[in-house]
């Protein structure tokens, strides 16, 4: 009985339909990282330009610049990142199939 669950479970994400909706949906985060990323490199250099010309004493662009990026890495982070290191979706259940292999030897 387990088996079938399991076996029709796995069917269902093994369909095209499935796939393709988690490619739409892969999709739709890099476009909207990449979104992030063009209006940040639009909008930083008019700031730092606003600062510079009115008030060039102090130098408060900075906030803007490392607020922002951080927010941005951490966009990145999320679309691409955790994947590229190792830790994306199905990670725990890799490191388990790969302990249980070490057991074994």
């Not at 009115?54 to 994947?83: A, D, I, R, Y």
């Amino acid at each position: 009985m387990i088996a079938l669950i399991n076996t029709n479970k796995m069917e269902k994400y093994n369909t095209p339909e499935y796939k393709y909706q988690i490619a739409k949906k892969r999709v739709k985060k890099i476009k909207g990282f990449y979104t992030h990323l063009t209006i940040y490199c639009i909008v930083i250099p008019i700031i730092i330009f606003a600062n510079l010309n009115f008030e060039p004493h102090f130098h408060w662009f900075w906030f803007s610049v490392v607020g922002w990026g951080m927010g941005l890495f951490s966009h990145w982070l999320n679309v691409f990142g955790f994947k590229m290191i190792g830790l994306g979706k199905g990670w725990e259940e890799k490191k388990i199939k790969q302990m249980m292999e070490e057991d074994r030897n």
